[in-house]
C-alpha cells in the first residue's frame, strides 16, 4: 500500500522544475544582456519572465487537477478524442494557424499562443486509457481491439504530419504501442502492428528531403557541420567542454550564438557543458526515478481494479519518459534532431503547463486509489 500522498514524487518534480528554471536562466540570460535585438531589452529578460510565469500557471494547473476526480476524465475521454481532432484540424486553416519556422503547429488565442501538439498529446491519452477500461477484454483477445485505437490515433496522425510535426508523431505511436502493450494485447498482434507502424513511419521520415537530410546529417554531423549537421555538432561541442565536472554554471559557451535553441531543444547540452558528465547523469537519474515513480504509481491503481485510473497514469509516465529519452538521445547524436522538449526542464510555455497539469492528474490518481485500498 501506497501513502496517501507521494512526497517523494513531489520532491522529484519540484526539483525538476528548479532545475529547469536555473538552466533556462543560465542559458538566455546572456542574449538578454548582450542581444537586446533578439530577445528584448537589455533589462527585461522576456523569455526568463514568460518561463516564470508558465511556471507558475503550470503550478496552477497542477492544483487544479489534483482536485478532479479522475472519474470526470473517464466521462469525458471520448469527447477527449473529438476535441484532439479539432484542434489539429484548427491548427491547419490559414489565418487561424499560425505558422512559424515552417510548420504551422501554433494558435493564437489573444495574447496566448497554443500548441495543438501537446494538448493532442494528453487528450489522446484520456481517450486511450478510457478505451481500454471498457474494451481491455477484447485488446486481449482480437485483432480489432487493437486495430479501433490504432486507426484512431493514426488519423490524429496523419493530422499531425500536415503541420507537420514528425516527432510527436513518433512520441504518440509508442505511447500507444505501449499502453496496448500494458493491456494485454497479444504478442503476435503487438508485433504485427508494431512493425507496420515502424515501416510506415520509416517510410514518413525518408520520403520527405529535409527529414531525410536530418536522418543523414545525423549518421555523420561533421561533414556537415555548417549546414544541417550544425546544431548536433555544436550539441556534441558542448558535451566536450563540459568533461567530467562541467565548466560552472553559467560559464557554458556554446549557448552564445553557437548552439541554436540552446534553452529548448538542447537544453541538455547546455547542462552537460556547465555541470559536466556528472550533471548531466543526475538529470537523467531524477527523470528516471520520477517516471519510474509515476508507473509505480499506475500499478497500484491497477491492482486496486482502477482501470481508467491505471492507464491514464501508465500513459502519462510513459509520455514523459519517451520525450525525455528522445530529447537526450537528440541530444547526444543518438537520435536524429527532432523538436521536443525536455520535460519540465527546457523553456516552453504550452509543454511545461501540461506536464504539470498531468502530474497533478498523477498524483489525484495516487490519492483515490490509496483511498480505495484502505477502503477495502
Not at 531589452?41 to 519572465?49: D, G, H, L, N, V
Not at 537544453?267 to 537523467?284: K, T
Not at 509505480?296 to 510513459?318: C, E, N, P, T, V
Request: a positive charge; charged letters at 10%; hydrophobic letters at 55%.
Amino acid at each position: 500500500m501506497t501513502e496517501r500522498f507521494d512526497y517523494f514524487l513531489l520532491m522529484l518534480w519540484v526539483m525538476a522544475l528548479l532545475l529547469g528554471l536555473v538552466m533556462v536562466t543560465s542559458a538566455v540570460l546572456p542574449h538578454s544582456e548582450s542581444a537586446s535585438t533578439l530577445f528584448g531589452s537589455a533589462t527585461s529578460y522576456p523569455k526568463i519572465y514568460k518561463h516564470t510565469v508558465y511556471l507558475m500557471l503550470g503550478v496552477l494547473a497542477f492544483l487544479v487537477a489534483l482536485g478532479v476526480p479522475i472519474r470526470t476524465w473517464m466521462f469525458f475521454h471520448k469527447a477527449a478524442l473529438l476535441l484532439a481532432l479539432v484542434i489539429c484540424v484548427l491548427v491547419l486553416i490559414p489565418g487561424l494557424g499560425q505558422v512559424i519556422n515552417g510548420s504551422r503547429r501554433w494558435i493564437g488565442v489573444g495574447p496566448i499562443t497554443l500548441q495543438a501538439a501537446e494538448l493532442t498529446k494528453f487528450l489522446a491519452i484520456v481517450y486511450l486509457a478510457g478505451y481500454i477500461a471498457r474494451s481491455r477484454e477484447h485488446i486481449k483477445t482480437e485483432l480489432l481491439g487493437i486495430l479501433r485505437p490504432v486507426a484512431i490515433i493514426g488519423v490524429v496522425c496523419v493530422l499531425l504530419l500536415f503541420e507537420p510535426d514528425f516527432g510527436t508523431v513518433v512520441v504518440l505511436s509508442l505511447v500507444t504501442g505501449g499502453l496496448l502493450f500494458l493491456a494485454g494485447a497479444r504478442l503476435r498482434y503487438f508485433l504485427l502492428l508494431g512493425g507496420g507502424a515502424t515501416l510506415a513511419l520509416a517510410f514518413i521520415a525518408v520520403v520527405q528531403p529535409y527529414r531525410l537530410e536530418r536522418l543523414t546529417s545525423f549518421l555523420d554531423p561533421w561533414s556537415v557541420k555548417n549546414d544541417s549537421g550544425y546544431q548536433l555538432a555544436q550539441s556534441l561541442i558542448a558535451f566536450g567542454r563540459g568533461d567530467v565536472f562541467g565548466l560552472g554554471l553559467g560559464e557554458g559557451v556554446q549557448k552564445l550564438f553557437y548552439l541554436p535553441y540552446a534553452y529548448n531543444d538542447f537544453i541538455f547540452a547546455v547542462i552537460s557543458e556547465e555541470l559536466g558528465m556528472i550533471g548531466g547523469i543526475a538529470v537523467l537519474l531524477l527523470l528516471t526515478l520520477l517516471v519510474l515513480r509515476i508507473m509505480r504509481i499506475a500499478r497500484h491503481a491497477k491492482d486496486s481494479q482502477q482501470i481508467f485510473a491505471a492507464f491514464l497514469a501508465y500513459g502519462i509516465g510513459i509520455l514523459i519518459g519517451v520525450q525525455a529519452f528522445v530529447n537526450i538521445g537528440v541530444s547526444i547524436g543518438m537520435l536524429p534532431t527532432k523538436g521536443l522538449t525536455l520535460p519540465f526542464i527546457s523553456f516552453g510555455g504550452n509543454s511545461l503547463l501540461m506536464s504539470c497539469l498531468m502530474m497533478g492528474i498523477v498524483f489525484r490518481v495516487q490519492i483515490e486509489s490509496s483511498k480505495e485500498v484502505r477502503v477495502g
